[in-house]
């Protein structure tokens, strides 16, 4: 790959990323920051974000527009797929019974996976209906703010 492209894919990854965090999100950048945040007591939502156009251009804005509801999870966080690999491998060992996905959303209490928001029921759809998978979720599973 030459310089210019690799330069090209560095703004596209960071303008990722500070997309999703002034969403609100925080970034888990280590294994370790995944286990201490994801088994805490209460609701987790995890963004896995990706730098895929399509889907990911779909995805941040729904995670940014979904939180802005009655019923939210406690806590607001993001593993970035390929690029902080070892963070999004330990994020998806407790994501049971789901492949990878990204982007995709992974809704946890206690540590413990309720459900998923997978790629595919984000790719191709737009992003108010992705909003809209996310909010049922917050009404089965999160308390109100």
Do not use: W
């Given at each position: 790959m030459n310089m210019d492209f690799n330069l090209f894919m560095n703004d596209i990854v960071q303008q990722a990323r500070k997309e999703i965090v002034a969403a609100g999100y925080s970034e888990l950048k280590t294994p370790e920051e995944v286990e201490d945040v994801l088994n805490k007591q209460g609701t987790t939502l995890v963004m896995v974000n990706s730098v895929c156009g399509c889907a990911g251009g779909i995805a941040r804005p729904a995670a940014a527009h979904a939180i802005h509801y009655d019923k939210r999870p406690d806590q607001l966080v993001t593993v970035f797929a390929g690029?902080?690999?070892?963070?999004?491998?330990?994020?998806?060992?407790?994501?049971?019974?789901?492949?990878?996905s990204s982007p995709s959303f992974a809704l946890l209490k206690?540590?413990?996976?309720?459900?998923?928001?997978e790629r595919h029921e984000i790719e191709g759809h737009d992003p108010m209906s992705v909003v809209g998978k996310l909010q049922a979720a917050f009404d089965e599973y999160c308390e109100e703010v």
């Amino acid at each position: 790959m030459n310089m210019d492209f690799n330069l090209f894919m560095n703004d596209i990854v960071q303008q990722a990323r500070k997309e999703i965090v002034a969403a609100g999100y925080s970034e888990l950048k280590t294994p370790e920051e995944v286990e201490d945040v994801l088994n805490k007591q209460g609701t987790t939502l995890v963004m896995v974000n990706s730098v895929c156009g399509c889907a990911g251009g779909i995805a941040r804005p729904a995670a940014a527009h979904a939180i802005h509801y009655d019923k939210r999870p406690d806590q607001l966080v993001t593993v970035f797929a390929g690029q902080d690999k070892e963070a999004t491998a330990r994020a998806r060992e407790m994501f049971v019974g789901y492949p990878p996905s990204s982007p995709s959303f992974a809704l946890l209490k206690d540590g413990k996976l309720l459900t998923m928001v997978e790629r595919h029921e984000i790719e191709g759809h737009d992003p108010m209906s992705v909003v809209g998978k996310l909010q049922a979720a917050f009404d089965e599973y999160c308390e109100e703010v």
